[in-house]
């Protein structure tokens, strides 16, 4: 099973109304679909957001869009909450989901959306769906490529980007309790478990954890 993470530039007129309002409005930084529901046989759906920003810009824009029909948002902190929304389905909503079903891929959440308008998510699927998915995608939406491989829920979708290597090294830093507080191994017992110089354990642990501390804040 693989999967590939994408990041889509959809036409303005086929997003989501909030997706634009995340794109325009300095209100809110970042924007996370976190799970979502379809009732069978009914044109409703249930969605759940952590949203960072403004409580009360959000409040209003979505107060506005046509094809909500009732929203709750819960204050996490003072720059974060969640907004639970029920929604009718839209005709564009339904097309893009159908392009996944059709293929028998699932998408991995959370979706960011992102400052620029654009939703950034994980499929899982067979090779041959997921290059069906990016031969077919309407010429109107650029699909580009983060990353791609062998599925494996140990590296989520934060820590993809890691080698093997990386990934090994991290994983031994772990378990030795190189990352506990205070430490309960130094880079020395690292190196031995990894069977390599303690420079190279160093430059594999620093690369490793910039890419995750860079996925986790978003740089």
Known sequence: MNYLTLTLDQPRASRHPMQNFVADADA??????????LLHGEDVEYALFYVEG???????????VESVASFTLTPIDDRSFYAYVRQVSRDS???????????????????????????????????DDLQALLDDFPEAITATVEEIG??????????????????????????????????????????????????????????????????????
């Open 54 to 64: 403004d409580l009360d810009p959000y409040r209003d824009a979505i107060s506005g």
């Open 150 to 219: 062998e599925y494996d829920r140990r590296h989520g979708t934060v820590a993809g980007s890691l080698t093997d290597r990386q990934f090994e090294a991290a994983s031994v830093a772990a378990q030795l309790g190189y990352y506990e507080v205070p430490k309960d191994a130094g880079l020395s017992r690292v190196a031995d478990r990894l069977d390599c110089a303690e420079s190279t354990a160093s430059t594999l642990l620093r690369t490793a954890e910039a890419k995750v501390m860079g996925r986790v804040v978003g740089a």
């Open 93 to 127: 909503d339904r097309n893009f989901r159908a392009a996944f079903a059709d293929r028998h891929l699932l998408v991995v959440p959370p979706i960011e959306y992102t400052g620029e308008g654009d939703m950034r998510f994980t499929v899982v699927g067979g090779s």
């Open 28 to 37: 809110v930084e970042r924007e996370e679909l976190l799970a979502w529901n």
